[in-house]
């Protein structure tokens, strides 16, 4: 009885454990999503400014 406790009691904390290191992959993996996204904003909005201005896209002769 005791070792089927036992058993159970180091079940739980390895699942707990497990949830705690995945929780902590998302977050790493959210944070250089977020990074990613500024990126490209910062990028793109770089190439809008490079663009001239009277040119609409699509009226290019």
């Not at 959210?30 to 040119?55: N, R």
Request: no cysteine; net charge negative.
């Amino acid at each position: 009885m005791k070792e089927t406790q036992n058993n159970l009691i180091g079940a739980v904390e390895e699942t707990i454990k497990i949830q705690q290191d995945g929780s902590a992959k998302r977050r790493d993996v959210e944070d250089q999503l977020k990074q990613m996204e500024t990126d490209l904003q910062v990028k793109l909005s770089g190439k809008a400014q490079d663009t001239p201005k009277d040119v609409t896209p699509g009226d290019e002769k």
